[in-house]
């Protein structure tokens, strides 16, 4: 037993106090449920923090993602690294700050794989300690080396930097190529009609968005003019692959088709999966069984199909057993946007709703609505359920998630915070660095210091105040949610005090 407490001492399962009350047969169990426990990120692409009720919102209904929050731990002060995919994706992955990297910015779906096959990443180190690794869903974050034969394999991939299973699409729904790609190869390929995809020129006689708007269910606003797949125009131009194209009302159902058979096929060992949806980003396109269902038109709608998908993965998981054994991070990559690109009704149906939760700015945003989303940690039996206002990012999954599972490995932007993860300490970071396209700001405490910056402070196209600014910005986010109240001027002390940690932390 002694040996047994000791080790589970080093896991960091049970602490000291514990074990002293408690007898052999607690301790044992303990450990047949929590040493190397399932690992799920389910991950949506631009949900803001206002886009669930269990974050207060009143037009939308969002009961399995609530189910999480409520018999969970959630966070009213999580983070993504970035205000966009891209960066995000990277800083979850590697447990480094992506403005590290100036290559972790929006990718085209042409880009090549910016992690190198050489870093750390969460699935590789998972894989150290035993587990099965897999990917569902939504990659961007570059394929190949430059100039992706997407014929042939494409690699290096997901499963170079750590998954033995890839199951995705290259870039974004709005992006080509509009295919599925598995362990890096084109999913239903047919080698004779082959794939070509540029980002600069059309091929020959192919129908575009901006030249042929006759053939488009769904209008562009802004971009999204090339070529058109399923009559959604998109960015990018993609010649052959017909059998492989995706069909958009049906990615909802493949991902989760493709998760729950992952469960299913490694149940028997601790596994991680990185479930990374395809919501709300555009083209929002709800399978009819979700059409007109919100009120709100597609963005509404597929939040809602989104939290069905998450109910049916979460059914699954109880029904293979495995529910009390499968630690649950809920969260998303960036902020959210209203119209990104299409006329789908976003705006004018948004009604009463607040995507961003009454935080300022939104996706793009240095303001707080870029970074600060929805993040919830589930794990029945073990999770007491609360609400925690830790200062969570997702860049510290590396070295909490190492610490749960007995690794030693961390990186130096990754802070371990498997405490505040599990809910056992409401005590987080004290501060973490925000990025929006490259420019970076800091929060400390409840505070938020953006430094000057040149640029456009509004984007027009798609109605987001960028948070950019020639002078000094500091607000207390505790007291001032929607930073209304620059007070940079007026609290001088605390703006040193801040400009000094950011310099810091920046190194500059
Ligand atoms: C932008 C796209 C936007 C979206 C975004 C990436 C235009 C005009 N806008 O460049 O629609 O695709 O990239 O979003 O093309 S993200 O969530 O993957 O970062
Ligand atoms: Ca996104």
């Known amino acids: 037993l002694y040996k047994l407490c000791l080790s589970l001492l080093v896991l960091g399962i049970i602490s000291c106090k514990d074990s002293d009350k408690k007898g052999a047969t607690d301790v044992s169990i303990e450990a047949e449920t929590s040493a190397q426990p399932n690992i799920v990120v389910i991950y949506l692409d631009d949900l803001g923090y206002g886009d669930i009720s269990a974050n207060g919102?009143?037009?939308?209904?969002?009961?399995?993602?609530d189910n999480l929050a409520n018999g969970g731990v959630r966070f009213t002060n999580g983070y993504a690294t970035s205000a966009t995919c891209t960066p995000s994706r990277y800083g979850l992955l590697t447990g480094v700050y992506p403005w590290r990297n100036k290559d972790a910015q929006i990718l085209p779906g042409t880009a090549p794989l910016i992690i190198s096959t050489e870093q750390q990443t969460v699935p590789k180190m998972l894989k150290k300690q035993g587990y099965a690794t897999g990917i569902v869903g939504k990659w961007h974050l570059g394929l190949g080396t430059g100039n992706v034969n997407w014929n042939e394999r494409v690699s290096p991939g997901p499963n170079e930097v750590g998954f033995d299973y890839s199951y995705i699409m290259a870039a974004t729904q709005d992006r080509v190529p509009t295919v599925y790609i598995k362990d890096g190869h084109v999913d239903g390929l047919d080698p004779n009609?082959?794939?070509e995809v540029d980002y600069e020129n059309n091929y020959d006689n192919q129908p575009t968005g901006k030249d042929n708007p006759e053939?488009?269910?769904?209008?562009?606003?802004?971009?999204?003019?090339?070529?058109?797949?399923?009559?959604?125009?998109?960015?990018?131009?993609?010649?052959?692959?017909?059998?492989?194209?995706?069909?958009?009302?049906?990615?909802?159902?493949?991902?989760?088709?493709?998760?729950?058979?992952?469960?299913?096929?490694?149940?028997?060992?601790?596994?991680?999966?990185?479930?990374?949806l395809q919501q709300p980003h555009v083209p929002r396109t709800p399978h009819p069984r979700f059409e007109g269902k919100s009120g709100m038109g597609p963005r509404g709608d597929v939040i809602l199909e989104a939290d069905w998908v998450i109910g049916e993965f979460m059914k699954t998981l109880k029904d293979e057993g495995i529910l009390k054994n499968a630690l649950i991070i809920f969260t998303s990559d960036n902020g959210p946007v209203l119209n990104d690109g299409y006329y789908d009704d976003a705006v004018e149906k948004l009604g009463k709703h607040t995507p961003a939760g009454g935080l300022r700015g939104g996706k793009y945003s240095l303001f707080d609505a870029g970074t600060h989303v929805p993040f919830i940690t589930y794990w029945k039996g073990t999770i007491e359920p609360s609400v925690s206002d830790a200062l969570v990012c997702q860049v510290d999954f590396l070295s909490s998630l190492a610490s749960l599972t007995g690794s030693t490995e961390k990186t130096d932007?990754?802070?371990?915070?498997?405490?505040?993860?599990?809910?056992?300490?409401?005590?987080?970071?004290?501060?973490?660095?925000?990025?929006?396209?490259?420019?970076?700001?800091?929060?400390?405490?409840?505070?938020?210091?953006?430094?000057?910056?040149k640029g456009s402070a509004f984007n027009n196209q798609v109605k987001i105040e960028l948070g950019v600014s020639e002078s000094y910005q500091l607000y207390n986010i505790k007291e001032d949610s929607a930073q209304e109240h620059n007070v940079a001027e007026s609290n001088p002390e605390k703006l040193k005090e801040m400009m000094a940690t950011y310099q810091k932390l920046r190194g500059t």
Request: charged content about 25%.
């Open 193 to 195: 009609d082959p794939i």
């Open 215 to 276: 053939l488009t269910s769904m209008k562009w606003h802004h971009g999204h003019n090339n070529s058109i797949v399923n009559g959604i125009p998109r960015i990018g131009f993609m010649k052959g692959g017909e059998d492989a194209k995706w069909s958009d009302v049906d990615m909802a159902d493949h991902f989760l088709e493709k998760a729950q058979a992952y469960v299913k096929n490694h149940k028997k060992e601790p596994f991680f999966l990185y479930y990374a």
């Open 413 to 453: 932007d990754s802070a371990q915070l498997i405490d505040a993860l599990l809910g056992k300490t409401k005590t987080g970071r004290t501060d973490l660095i925000l990025e929006a396209s490259q420019k970076t700001a800091l929060r400390s405490g409840d505070w938020i210091m953006i430094p000057p910056y």
């Open 57 to 65: 919102a009143t037009e939308i209904n969002t009961p399995n993602i």
